[in-house]
């Protein structure tokens, strides 16, 4: 149990749709992450938020957005999906900041799949 | 997108064997975290190293943090069954929650 959350557990849409998954972060976590996670494959950053702004962005189309709340959950926006968007989706929480001496350590939650058809 | 080359790529063994796996870059990291994936979950936090050179232990699993900072590797020993899974290495930064993934060890375990 690592205290990250995330729904829905499992989604089917349809190519073209839009999407949102939420995550809610660790307690007394600041920075929320996102992975891609394909069958076979390990996570793939998305972005990173980090006190409600992007703090950080992976190889990733302008179609993947999110936002971070003032209680740090957290949401992913997928728009005009694609087949090959079809993947786990997991949220990650760690204790962010600005000191090189912090200890970040990141858990994940169990990940939202989704199936684009 | 980028990855760590993660070693080896799956592995069946005997229960009660001792197993290594590691993870090499070509990239400097300040972590590296150790993670255990089962099927339809999410990853599971086994080990996390801070400091080259750093070696910690888990119960029976044990991982080292490389000098160089390009490399980090995982032993189990004494396995069991429910050792079964994959594993995956990642590299990080401290105060950032992006992490570069290997691509995973497969381990198998015949009782």
């Known amino acids: 149990e690592t205290g990250v959350t995330q729904s829905p557990t499992h989604l089917i849409k349809t190519r073209g749709q839009q999407v949102t998954l939420r995550c809610s972060s660790q307690?007394?976590?600041?920075?929320v992450s996102w992975y891609q996670q394909a069958l076979g494959q390990g996570p793939q950053f998305i972005f990173q938020?980090?006190?409600?702004?992007?703090?950080g962005r992976g190889n990733f189309p302008p179609r993947f957005s999110g936002l971070q709340f003032p209680n740090y959950s957290s949401e992913l926006n997928v728009n005009a999906l694609e087949l090959d968007d079809s993947a786990l989706y997991l949220c990650?929480?760690?204790?962010?900041?600005?000191?090189?001496?912090?200890?970040?350590?990141?858990?994940f939650g169990e990940g939202s799949w989704l199936t684009v058809v | 997108g980028q990855q760590l080359n993660q070693s080896p790529q799956s592995m069946f063994i005997q229960e009660g064997e001792d197993v290594s796996m590691n993870c090499t870059s070509s990239?400097?990291?300040?972590?590296w975290l150790w993670y255990k994936q089962d099927p339809g979950e999410g990853p599971v936090l086994l080990i996390a190293?801070?400091?080259?050179?750093e070696l910690t232990s888990n119960g029976r699993l044990t991982a080292q943090f490389g000098i160089t900072r390009k490399d980090s590797f995982l032993n189990i020993s004494a396995s069991i069954p429910s050792d079964v899974g994959i594993y995956f290495c990642?590299?990080?930064?401290?105060?950032?929650?992006?992490?570069?993934f290997g691509q995973g060890t497969t381990l198998q375990v015949k009782p």
């Open positions: 990650a929480s760690s204790r962010g900041g600005t000191g090189s001496n912090v200890r970040n350590t990141i858990y």
């Open positions: 307690s007394g976590h600041n920075t």
């Open positions: 938020y980090y006190r409600e702004e992007e703090n």
């Open positions: 990239s400097i990291f300040n972590t």
């Open positions: 190293l801070y400091k080259a050179g």
């Open positions: 990642a590299g990080g930064y401290s105060n950032t929650g992006k992490l570069i």
